[in-house]
């Protein structure tokens, strides 16, 4: 993707929050004031970290129900949230988050109106499907993105990946039917959003999939960590070293993504007291899904607690954010030169494991760019 076009989007790093988790532990039910209230807070705390925080609920297949605001378009609270300048990308529900007697085709095609005749609905996207695996999946993934293009040829459809289909093979080797998954989903996805997991430490191979991609359509490239990649490669798994941590972000600005999705920052095991013993999900690796603790876990507070890790996290979206305005100037190309010179970053396996060369490298760039 050329310079002029990552520098016109805004960089959006999406996390998702459980709102069954916190229904479990805060002990609200689904759509009473008390849950509306959860919501609301959790979500504008996460705002202060530079997230584009969406609330999540799976279903069978990993077919998921994505959505940033839990209220309806035409409330009051949609703008507000939507409108909010802190806000890179918000998820639009392709179903009903409240049950209601409106019909499901009904209430998609009114949100979608309502929503297209606002300024903000270019932060506007759908993520409906994690992971598809096989040619069902992939198709019925594709049937729902045409009906919500029915209504909005202009709306972007997010679907995370890191094979093609399994039971339809796109081409004669995993990677390659990887890389050919744009081309199977083309037109009904706009955020092709891949694993990093897949790509290890072959750098080379982005080239192959930002080649693929048609960014004069609108199309962009996000990525996300999830139990993999593991160490050296950079994640936010606990026990990770805090460069390790950051460099999350720093890896995301020399590959060239728009955009960063996570899976989840409350996701531990289900408790139903607030102030339950916070534990991790089994079978995932420490910290997998989980960014910041309920306050009752520790005081009589009822604001959330922020890991270190997601302190990490802020930073290496500021490092980032750097970079961008650093690029600006004098180029992408010399922004990666720079990260690379002051040995901030080289690789998912070859990074700084101090944090002087990052103060060195933000020196540089405060004094390139104070002119």
């Known amino acids: 993707m050329s310079s002029a076009y990552l520098a016109s989007l805004p960089f959006t790093d999406a996390i998702q929050i459980s709102d069954t988790v916190i229904e479990d532990r805060f002990g609200v039910q689904h759509g009473t004031a008390e849950w509306y209230e959860e919501l609301d807070q959790h979500f504008k705390w996460l705002l202060q970290y530079r997230i584009s925080p969406y609330f999540c609920k799976w279903a069978d297949g990993m077919r998921v129900l994505t959505y940033t605001c839990p209220w309806p378009a035409d409330h009051p609270k949609s703008d507000e949230y939507f409108s909010d300048p802190r806000l890179a990308a918000y998820a639009v529900p ?144 606990l026990g ?43 079978g995932l690796p420490p910290g997998d899904g989980v960014l910041y603790y309920p306050g009752e876990v520790f005081s009589k507070s009822h604001q959330p607690v922020a890991s270190l890790r997601l302190e990490r996290l802020l930073s290496g979206l500021q490092d980032f954010e750097y970079l961008k305005l650093y690029a600006s100037k004098y180029g992408r190309e010399e922004s990666i030169s720079l990260l690379e010179r002051t040995g901030v970053y080289f690789g998912p396996e070859r990074y700084t494991v101090e944090h002087m060369p990052v103060d060195v490298m933000r020196g540089q760039i405060f004094n390139a760019c104070r002119s």
């Not at 095609?109 to 606002?118: D, F, P």
């Not at 990946?161 to 990677?175: I, K, M, Q, S, V």
């Not at 460069?243 to 728009?258: D, L, P, Y």
């Not at 920052?265 to 007291?273: D, F, G, P, Q, V």
């Open 94 to 237: 392709y179903s009903k988050v409240i049950s209601s007697n409106v019909v499901e085709k009904d209430y998609l095609q009114k949100q979608v109106e309502i929503l297209r005749t606002k300024s903000h609905w270019r932060k506007a996207y759908f993520y409906l499907w994690d992971e598809p695996l096989n040619f069902e999946q992939y198709d019925s993934l594709r049937n729902m993105a045409s009906a919500i293009h029915a209504y909005a040829p202009d709306a972007r459809i997010l679907t995370t990946y890191y094979t093609g289909p399994n039971d339809a093979p796109l081409a004669p080797t995993p990677f390659e039917a990887f890389v050919k998954v744009p081309s199977f989903l083309r037109p009904h996805t706009q955020i092709y959003c891949t694993s990093e997991w897949v790509l290890g430490n072959r750098e080379d191979l982005v080239k192959d999939i930002i080649a693929e991609l048609q960014p004069e359509n609108g199309e962009e490239w996000w990525t996300y960590v999830c139990m993999g990649p593991s160490d050296p490669h950079p994640n936010w798994h």
């Open 240 to 282: 990770m070293r805090g460069t390790q941590h950051r460099a999350v972000m720093w890896r995301v600005w020399k590959e060239g993504g728009t955009g960063f999705l996570y899976w989840g920052a409350n996701c531990y095991e289900k408790a139903t007291a607030a102030s339950a013993e916070i534990r991790f999900r089994h």
